[in-house]
């Protein structure tokens, strides 16, 4: 039961046991992933810190590339600097900070979580939870409309390829003769179908 | 040879548009001669194309500098072998190159097309059609390859240098091929839905062109990110650059197409859903082909700036609108059949697969497109590159792992509790017991542990089935290896699919490992020193100059001995101490136990003419770890500064290549007859998850 009663969005219907656990499992890793998946800052030596800052600040002078990567005389001199500022016991935001007062924002890899820029943040959560809400909803709108019985487990087991074939073959059949049936009666919820599942 | 080229593209042009027109009125007027005539004037844009294509290579074999794009592209220095290379190193040479590709693989398409589509092949030939007069319009009278100069040059510029790579010759002919062959579908069913052809039977041929292009795009990325690895000299593989993300993007909604079109072959459903991918797919291919001509961003990989930018805007902007204008037109008619019955049902967990593609194509999408946002809204510059990517599409990444190892397992329609517990049983257990053996052996880094748990857990699901599988032809009187094939050869889009899905994890494996667990370390070595980072020794032996009149080039190379950690124990505590992760030697002396193990060789140019570095890297590669030196600089003082890391697993991701070509062709390799029974068996057998 508890695995019924905190999603109202799927609906109480006869989710079996494990549904809900799987896909919010899903979800809720990749939430929390994306929560924990950095590294704090003093359990990195300083030449580590270094590499890692480097990847996060823009070549000046080169296209789309970060200083890490990048051969140029100023990357070269970036990283040495980045270094100098680390032995002088700076924090990374400090050395973020050096460059971007140099540089403008634009030398930040990836833009700050603050202010217009929050934006660049918050959409990708907003796709994802709304997304997969739409998914969710998607599902459980085309199993409302379900027409058809669903069929028992031993049924299942011996359900062979030929009668899938045979069904396709039938709707076929059907969408050609012209006798499809209509899509409002195939929405039509049926209460058989609810008292079984 | 400018003119023959130039008067080629001008009759393809002219054929092309009769194509396009008597296509239309041949099946407007009912006229069958006409579309007939049509259908062949689009094979002939092949021949126009071709001898286009001959001439421009031709040119460069003869190094015929009048032509402004051979001098831009060539020069008398250039080894010839990288003709082939120069003929699409350029914009309007890369065109050419893409049209070459389109009109073959419309050729081909509309030669195969099965008999039953003839209701819609009028339709699926002009829209070709127009596709080619689209590009034939550009290069002819916008962006001609074949321009002359009026003053010929006494030697032309050369190739980019970052261009004269073994991997060019197939990456980025592979990248464009695929990112076009994404037409071919899409004129399939956008000629179903204009002909009001509402059944299925466009399903297979567009599964199958959409799979072979797919197969191409993906290996196409694949070779770029081993070009970038071993050439581009930054230890990295992948930089989410704008030009990959837009050929990413277009990729993963094909994925997910190419997923769940099966629905709709298996089940009737999804059909508005696919044909919404397809256009999607298709318009995010022609944002691809905009951006990487004198689009708004800024990329390593952008072509120069020119007026070509409008021109592709124009054509991406009138493909979304005719795709989904056309979509809109014709979604009554395409409902399922059947309704979903389940959660816990194939069906559904390929709709949950597809809204993970989707949502990182559009996170992808907004982080690329952020930078002008910003800019139009505010007027204030930002970035947004790996780290942010990273970021923000690792989780929903891994979530598709995590989804490739539930999906197969979900039998059709529903799944019962019983089936789901003797499915996901051993994968389950296998996952757990490989983090807890990660954990227990001190391994850092939690989300890395659950990924490599992910990946055990992916990788037991199919191993299981196919062991189920295997085992049950053996005990029926096969040998093993027959057996395998046999069951795999009995459903091939299924089996195909695991064989992918081995690539990917393959390609799992080796981006946790890069990403998480790789050592770095810095210094400037003389000859004779060494630098020490984790169990290596790295000592700089010999140099030499191979410069040419174009470039300063000298080659470096190194021993590499593995260590014993003990033997160094003063310097390690002192390099600690200084927060460093490795440190220099002066001397040069062996220490008791160590062993030389490898030589590499690393090498650095300057080319003057494009004022831009080169390198290549030396690696030392095995499936452990990567020993990957990169040679920053030679310094005046005659040493080399180097940047030396230690990339783990980095082995697999090219492994994974092979991988993913065969089970993407034994996805698509068609389905005989006679295959049919084999097939019965395995679904009664065991594979369906219901056994």
Not at chain 1, 42 to 65: F, I, K, T, W, Y
Not at chain 2, 347 to 375: H, I, K, Q, R
């Amino acid at each position: 039961m508890a695995s019924r009663i905190p999603f109202a969005l799927i609906g109480p219907r006869a989710l079996p046991a494990g549904a809900t656990v799987v896909f919010f499992a899903v979800l809720i890793t990749v939430l929390l992933l994306s929560s924990v998946s950095c590294v704090r800052e003093e359990d990195l030596s300083l030449e580590q810190r270094a590499h890692q800052l480097a990847g996060e600040l823009m070549c000046p002078v080169c296209d789309g590339q970060t200083i890490d990567g990048s051969s140029a005389q100023i990357s070269q001199d970036m990283r040495a600097k980045v270094r100098e500022r680390l032995d002088a016991g700076d924090t990374n935001a400090e050395i973020k900070d050096y460059f971007v007062v140099r540089y403008g924002s634009e030398i930040l890899a990836a833009p700050e979580r603050s202010g217009f820029n929050l934006l660049a943040w918050i959409v990708p959560v907003v796709i994802v939870i709304g997304g997969f809400g739409i998914a969710l909803i998607t599902i459980k709108n085309m199993r409302k409309s379900a027409t058809q019985m669903p069929p028992t487990s031993a049924e299942l087991a011996s359900a062979s390829e030929s009668e899938d074939d045979l069904t396709d073959y039938l709707a076929q059949v059907d969408r050609d003769l012209g006798i499809a049936p209509k899509t409002k009666t195939q929405s039509k919820p049926n209460a058989s179908d609810e008292a079984k599942s | 040879m400018a003119e023959l080229g130039f008067m080629a593209l001008l009759l393809g042009f002219a054929l092309s548009a009769y194509s396009a027109v008597g296509a239309i009125v041949g099946e407007r007027k009912g006229k069958a001669e006409l579309v007939v005539s049509a259908r062949r004037a689009l094979y002939m844009t092949t021949l126009t194309v071709t001898v286009a294509s001959v001439a421009l290579i031709y040119a460069f074999v003869q190094n015929d500098l009048s032509i402004a794009y051979v001098a831009n592209h060539s020069n008398t220095l250039m080894d010839r072998a990288f003709v082939w290379v120069a003929f699409y190193a350029g914009n309007e040479g890369s065109l050419l190159y893409i049209l070459l590709t389109l009109s073959i693989i419309s050729a081909l398409a509309i030669w195969f097309a099965p008999k039953r589509l003839a209701r819609s092949m009028p339709w699926t030939i002009a829209i070709l059609a127009i596709n080619q007069l689209f590009y034939f319009g550009v290069l002819t009278f916008v962006a001609s390859p074949f321009e002359l100069l009026d003053t010929v040059p006494v030697d032309g510029r050369g190739i980019n240098p970052l261009l004269t790579h073994p991997g060019m010759f197939s990456h980025p002919p592979l990248l464009m091929g695929g990112l076009i062959a994404i037409t071919i579908p899409f004129a399939f069913v956008s000629g179903a839905l204009i002909a009001g052809s509402y059944g299925d039977d466009w399903i297979d041929v567009a599964r199958v062109s959409a799979i072979l292009g797919w197969g191409v795009l993906g290996a196409g990325m694949l070779l770029g990110a081993w070009w970038a690895y071993t050439i581009l000299g930054w230890g990295g593989y992948w930089a989410w650059d704008p030009i990959e993300n837009v050929a990413l993007m277009p990729w993963l909604v094909m994925t997910a197409f190419i997923h769940s079109i099966m629905v709709q072959k298996r089940r009737g459903m999804f059909r508005m859903w696919n044909v919404a991918l397809l256009n999607t797919g298709f318009v995010l291919a022609q944002l691809g082909m905009f951006i990487n001509r004198g689009g708004p961003v800024v990329s390593v990989h952008s072509f120069a700036a020119s007026a070509l930018g409008v021109i592709f805007l124009t054509f991406m902007l009138a493909s979304l609108v005719f795709a989904f204008a056309l979509f809109l037109w014709r979604m009554p008619q395409l409902k399922s059949d059947r309704a979903m019955e389940s959660f816990m049902s194939r069906e559904a967990s390929f709709l949950v697969n597809n809204f993970l593609f989707l949502a990182v194509m559009a996170v992808t999408l907004w982080g690329v497109l952020f930078p002008l946002f910003s800019d139009l809204a505010r007027d204030v510059s930002v970035s947004v590159s790996a780290p942010y990517f990273d970021r923000v599409n690792g989780p929903v990444l891994l979530g598709i792992v995590v989804m490739m190892g539930i999906g197969p397992l979900l039998p059709w329609r529903k799944a019962s509790a019983r089936s789901l517990k003797q499915w996901f049983i051993w994968p389950t257990v296998i996952g757990v017991i490989t983090i807890t053996v990660l954990v227990a052996l001190g391994v850092q880094r939690p989300v890395a542990i659950f990924a490599f748990g992910v990946v055990a857990f992916v990788a037991t699901s199919i191993l299981e089935e196919w062991w189920r599988g295997t085992a049950a032809r053996y005990h029926a009187g096969d040998n093993w290896a027959i057996a395998w094939w046999r069951l795999v050869n009995g459903n091939r889009p299924r089996h195909g699919g695991y064989i992918v899905h081995i690539s990917i994890l393959m390609l799992g494996l080796g981006i946790i490992g890069t990403n998480f667990y790789q050592q770095r370390t810095d210094g400037a070595l003389a000859l004779g020193e060494s630098l020490v980072i984790d169990n290596y020794r790295i000592e700089y032996v010999a140099n030499g100059d191979s410069s040419r009149p174009d470039r300063i080039a000298k080659w470096a190379e190194m021993t590499v001995y593995s260590i014993d950690p003990d033997d160094y124990s003063q310097e390690i505590q002192l390099s600690n101490a200084q927060g460093s992760s490795g440190f220099t030697l002066r001397d040069s002396q062996t220490r008791p136990n160590d062993e030389l193990i490898d030589r590499i060789e690393t090498w650095h140019g300057f080319y003057l003419d494009f004022n831009m570095a080169s390198v290549r890297s030396g690696i030392r590669s095995t499936p452990v770890e990567d020993l990957y030196v990169i040679p920053r600089d030679f310094l005046s003082d005659g040493r080399i500064s180097l940047a030396v890391s230690i990339n783990p697993l980095a082995w697999w991701l090219w492994a994974s290549g092979p991988f993913f070509i065969i089970g993407t062709m034994v996805a698509v390799w068609p389905q005989v007859a006679v295959e049919r029974k084999p097939a019965r068996k395995e679904r009664l057998g065991s594979s369906e998850g219901e056994s």
